[in-house]
């Protein structure tokens, strides 16, 4: 268990719908990130959050949008769905970096939940 | 941007060595990952280089060439449970964010 909830598990919905994932990090971490993996491809950089602002961005769709919650909880919505939406979603979570073991710190290793796995009909 | 390269696919037989390289390019290299995947489950951190040389984890290595842009796993005295896609990931900071891209990932085979 990594420590990160993921939810729903599964999704199924229909083209030009909207959905919300959500993704609780693990207790600690202030940073949350979004990947997309669509089938037998590669994991997809979407968006960082660091204490509710947004850190950095990756190739996301302007159809696609995220916040991170006071909580630090964080919502990845992703509206007007097209089949080539279908994958699964991963978020991540990790503490601050501080150059590894090398340097006495931790590596900022992305822990990851169970993913949530959309699927558009 | 960033771009990482490693192979599609590798086989190898139980109780081997296997090596997956990566090759990447990259700004504000902070560091290079592995994960291991096993189909439909999330990835899990395997191992961690930010300066140049080999760290060792077990039956797993690592090592990081940041002249060259390249790393590599080395998986020692393979198990069937080794079967699955070892994802290498760069991860660089940037404006105030760091951005950990991942390769398309190296699918191994464990055959007995």
């Known amino acids: 268990d990594s420590g990160v909830t993921q939810t729903p598990k599964h999704l199924i919905t229909a083209t030009g719908q909207r959905v919300t994932l959500r993704c609780s990090p693990r207790?600690?971490?202030?940073?949350v990130y979004w990947y997309q993996q669509s089938l037998d491809q590669g994991l997809q950089f979407l968006i960082q959050?660091?204490?509710?602002?947004?850190?950095a961005k990756g190739n996301i769709l302007e159809r696609f949008s995220a916040q991170q919650f006071p909580d630090l909880h964080s919502e990845l919505n992703l509206s007007s769905l097209e089949l080539g939406d279908s994958a699964l979603y991963f978020c991540?979570?990790?503490?601050?970096?501080?150059?590894?073991?090398?340097?006495?710190?931790?590596?900022?290793?992305?822990?990851f939940g169970e993913g949530s796995r959309l699927t558009v009909l | 941007g960033q771009n990482i390269d490693q192979p599609t696919e590798m086989t190898a037989t139980e109780g081997a060595i296997v090596q997956i390289n990566c090759t990447y390019q990259?700004?504000?290299?902070?560091?290079l990952f592995w994960y291991q995947q096993h189909a439909g489950e999330a990835p899990t951190f395997l191992s961690y280089?930010?300066?140049?040389g080999l760290e060792e984890k077990g039956r797993f290595s690592s090592f990081l060439s940041r002249s060259k842009g390249y790393s590599y796993l080395l998986l020692k005295e393979l198990q069937m449970k080794d079967s699955a896609s070892y994802l290498c990931?760069?991860?660089?900071?940037?404006?105030?964010?760091?951005?950990?891209?991942f390769g398309a990932g190296t699918r191994l085979f464990v055959k007995a």
């Open positions: 991540a979570s990790s503490a601050i970096p501080s150059g590894g073991k090398s340097y006495g710190g931790n590596t900022g290793e992305l822990f």
């Open positions: 207790s600690g971490d202030l940073s």
């Open positions: 959050y660091y204490n509710g602002e947004e850190r």
């Open positions: 990259t700004s504000g290299f902070n560091g």
């Open positions: 280089n930010v300066l140049d």
């Open positions: 990931a760069v991860r660089g900071i940037n404006t105030g964010g760091f951005k950990t891209i």
